[in-house]
């Protein structure tokens, strides 16, 4: 018999059990480190995907919606936010003045961001927070609202709306 110094004649060592059993263990760690290491140096090598600010959504075809009438208008957008891409319920004010002019309000007051209303016995925007009132043209009737309703960007083709990132106004 053999002892473990002595190699056999394919000039290599004979395997034990021990010897065995510390390859799997080595085997196994070294799996175990790319499985973790690889998505690392991914993350840290790599750089994510940039956020698209340009990014448009159809909203609406303008042919159903009623000139000098505001109309609340919900929709879905997808946000790119490094590797995470979430989608979102969101709405807009859409205010169509002709055919070929509209603007849309985000959904927030300028105040402390509460969701406000359109009253058609005032015919104005009504916050509900703290009674802040903006004209149809999103300007700042009365309240503690700082500065006039923030707006999207829009695009129109032919009778589509299509909205962009939100624009905040200024006082």
């Known amino acids: 018999m053999k002892t473990m110094t002595e190699k056999d004649e ?13 390859a799997v263990i080595y085997s196994l760690g070294t799996l175990i480190a790319m499985g973790l290491g690889v998505p690392a140096a991914v ?16 909203v609406a075809d303008l042919k159903q919606l ?3 009438s505001p109309e609340e208008i919900v929709f879905r957008r997808h946000r790119v936010d490094g590797w995470k891409v979430s ?7 859409v205010v169509k003045k002709s055919a070929t002019d509209v603007v849309a309000f985000a959904p927030q007051c300028t105040h ?3 969701a406000y ?6 015919k104005s925007f009504l916050c509900p ?8 043209n999103g300007n700042v009737l009365n309240g503690p609202a700082p500065r006039p309703l923030d707006r999207y960007q829009i695009k129109l083709e032919g009778s589509k709306l299509f909205l962009g990132t939100v624009q905040k106004s200024e006082a």
């Open 129 to 136: 927070c703290h009674n802040s009132n903006f004209d149809i």
């Open 43 to 58: 993350y840290l090598l790599l750089p994510p995907k940039s956020r698209r600010e340009d990014q448009w959504v159809e």
């Open 87 to 93: 989608s979102e319920k969101t709405s807009a004010w």
């Open 112 to 114: 402390l961001g509460c």
């Open 10 to 22: 394919l000039g290599s060592y004979p395997t034990d059990r021990r010897g065995f059993h510390l």
């Open 117 to 122: 209303r359109w009253d058609e016995n005032r």
């Open 66 to 68: 009623e000139a000098g």
